[in-house]
DNA sequence: CAGAACTACCTGTACGATACAGCTATCTGT
DNA sequence: ACAGATAGCTGTATCGTACAGGTAGTTCTG
């Protein structure tokens, strides 16, 4: 902004991040997909999400977890009642709302979860192995913040 | 490994890890489907992978790709088709080899791959409005750090 | 307080991206 | 020259998702 070489700079950074991210959610796809192997015969990963918001935040109406995961509300109520059948969630009436299902986390559910982020956070620990700790750490909070940055931009356009 | 407080920031570290790899992944993915506002009216993104690929390192035949994408040869056949239909790359029979068909790049193609890198490039630009390029180029090292990592260990199982 | 407007959820349907199985044409090694 | 491998295509199935429409319950308004 201030200088030439630093508009240079910039653009090159941002070319780069654009490839790397494209790169890893590539990535994040194949493994997705050709992970049969282990956690996903566990819990699909919308399950995943689902359970990890739930624990975090608390029980919550289909409406408000479609709105958080970005989801259209007919897409929350088909995974939520494929979990209920797979017993990870339950449904009880909202009691302050006639219309609302509120859906929390079984126990099931919720250790069935914890699995699957040990199994991640293992499948990191090994894919970072060669990693110092600085940079482990460093990763992390950029990742979060370039999260942030964008949950604070959501409509793009 | 060498002590406990370094084990103990490494699981933290690689449980933030993650957790914001999981959340990068659902922005991306949301992005994907929410926009068909820009870029993905103009090149669905699987096409936009194909044509940086075959951009960056030249017409390649359909198994090529399959396997540097990590996708089926009939999802990649497919997609070429379309990608034909549609004028973004060409096909002609591999001269080494009469079983094969080499993909390449039509300008067309090329240009509309350009154009949605640059408004991908446009859009971190924005939602990085806000960092330092110190942090910009911190951020695309490690995500290319990462991804390296994760390339070099593609059968996680 | 009655009807209108809204909201929460569910169901029907469609679509896109993908995988797997099976096919044909071609190539390669013995 | 034949057997087996390989390149690509096509058929079919699945999964995750969206959009449109329906029903029941809620809130607003005159």
């Given at each position: 902004?201030?200088?030439?070489h ?10 780069r ?19 049969g ?18 624990a ?25 009642s494929?979990?209920q059948?797979?017993?990870?969630i ?18 099931a ?49």
């Amino acid at each position: 902004m201030t200088d030439e070489h630093t508009a240079d700079r910039d653009e090159l950074a941002l070319g780069r991040i654009e490839t790397e991210v494209a790169l890893l959610m590539r990535f994040g796809e194949a493994t997705r997909r050709g992970t049969g192997t282990t956690e996903h015969r566990l819990l699909d990963r919308a399950a995943y999400v689902i359970l990890r918001h739930l624990a975090s935040v608390g029980p919550q109406n289909v409406s408000a977890l479609a709105a958080k995961l970005n989801l259209d509300g007919s897409t929350v109520t088909r995974q939520v009642s494929a979990m209920q059948r797979d017993g990870l969630i339950a449904r009880t009436p909202d009691p302050t709302d006639g219309r609302g299902t509120v859906i929390s986390p079984t126990p099931a559910g919720l250790q069935r979860m914890a699995a699957v982020q040990a199994a991640r956070t293992r499948l990191y620990g090994d894919i970072l192995a060669a990693w110092s700790p600085d940079d482990r750490d460093s990763l992390a909070e950029l990742l979060h913040r370039l999260n942030q940055a964008l949950e604070s931009r959501p409509r793009p356009r």
